[in-house]
């Protein structure tokens, strides 16, 4: 069982910053692609970014330029720095890993859910 622990989220005034962070714990194999998520009152789940285990790199196009996502394989961690916040970014923010836990036995696992609330 691999279990994603989030932190990071918070109340920011616009324009502000934050950095989410992700940290997956358990037996792990290899890692593959990691991401963020977030979901907004009323709306469905939507992708903000993710990255690959080669380091590519794939936004969301009403985050990018704000938003940079990094990896730390060895920690096995995936963070999410986010800048020049803005209202519509306020959401429930989920973690997103998949890799194996073996030879040919994978997962896909998600986080809690951390809480993002920009004011203006």
């Known amino acids: 069982q691999v279990q994603l622990v989030e932190s990071g989220g918070g109340l920011v005034q616009v324009g502000g910053s934050l950095r989410l962070s992700c940290s997956a714990n358990?037996?792990?194999?290899?890692?593959?692609?990691m991401g963020w998520y977030r979901q907004a009152p009323g709306k469905q789940r939507e992708l903000v970014a993710t990255?690959?285990?080669?380091?590519?790199?794939v936004y969301a196009d009403s985050v990018a330029g704000r938003f940079t996502i990094s990896r730390d394989n060895v920690k096995k961690t995936v963070d999410l720095q986010m800048n020049s916040l803005k209202p519509e970014d306020t959401a429930v923010y989920y973690c997103?890993?998949?890799?194996?836990?073996?030879?040919?036995?994978?997962?896909?696992?998600w986080g809690q859910g951390t809480q993002v609330t920009v004011s203006s």
């Open positions: 997103n890993v998949d890799g194996s836990i073996a030879l040919g036995r994978r997962f896909t696992s």
């Open positions: 358990g037996i792990i194999f290899s890692l593959g692609n």
């Open positions: 990255i690959t285990s080669g380091e590519s790199r």
